[in-house]
């Protein structure tokens, strides 16, 4: 148990749907963070929140909107999705020491079809 | 060529054989961080060191600045132990680069 909740933890969706991933922590950290796991790939950042402010947005399309309402939740909405849109999708969270570890929760896996 | 690079990509060992997971990069970094993954996806932070050698349980972790190298160590593997090992270095900020992963089978 790392303290990140992931859900829903499977996903599967038609490209013309609309979905949600959520994330959830009550570590106190204020930073969080959506990576995206594609097959045989390393980690890709895809954005960055700190105390709710979006802070970096790794050049993602726009057809994933992240909201972040408060510092305990992190929410990323989909549409229009493609098939190589299937990955794991990872949520993290950083305590604001500069040493501090992230903590990761336990990833949705998506499938676009 | 990727910022950060891990070897092996896939390793198998037998119970109870010291293990060796490499990563070199190629960028000054503030700190790099060990990470485990397991099949079902969840990731667990093992070390996150600037220097020196960290040890926690069966776990080393070991880091050459001057030399751009890391490495992660095993002792008295255990078939537990099989799951992805991930190197990533901080960077600018709080930004990680990760590497591809190490695949290891840890086999009784």
């Known amino acids: 148990e790392t303290g990140v909740t992931q859900t829903p933890r499977h996903l599967v969706m038609g490209m013309t749907n609309k979905k949600s991933l959520k994330c959830e922590q009550h570590?106190?950290?204020?930073?969080m963070y959506w990576y995206k796991q594609s097959a045989k790939k390393p980690l890709e950042l895809m954005f960055v929140?700190?105390?709710?402010?979006?802070?970096e947005n790794n050049s993602v399309p726009s057809r994933f909107s992240p909201e972040c309402p408060n510092s305990s939740h992190l929410f990323l909405h989909l549409h229009t999705l493609q098939p190589e849109d299937s990955a794991l999708y990872l949520c993290?969270?950083?305590?604001?020491?500069?040493?501090?570890?992230?903590?990761f929760g336990n990833g949705t896996r998506l499938t676009v079809t | 060529k990727n910022e950060v690079e891990q070897s092996p990509q896939n390793l198998t060992a037998q119970e109870g054989e010291f293990i060796t997971i490499n990563c070199s990069y190629s960028?000054?970094?503030?700190?790099l961080h060990w990470l485990q993954q397991h099949p079902g996806g969840g990731i667990v932070s093992l070390f996150m060191?600037?220097?020196g050698k960290k040890k926690h349980g069966r776990l080393i972790a070991t880091i050459n600045i001057q030399e751009k190298h890391s490495s992660l160590h095993i002792t008295a593997s255990h078939p537990r132990d099989s799951a992805v090992y991930i190197c990533?270095?901080?960077?600018?900020?709080?930004?990680?680069?990760f590497g591809e992963g190490t695949q290891l089978t840890v086999n009784p």
């Open positions: 993290a969270s950083r305590g604001d020491q500069g040493n501090s570890p992230l903590h």
């Open positions: 570590l106190g950290h204020n930073a």
């Open positions: 929140y700190n105390f709710k402010e979006q802070t």
């Open positions: 960028v000054g970094i503030s700190a």
């Open positions: 060191l600037s220097s």
């Open positions: 990533a270095v901080q960077t600018s900020g709080s930004r990680l680069t």
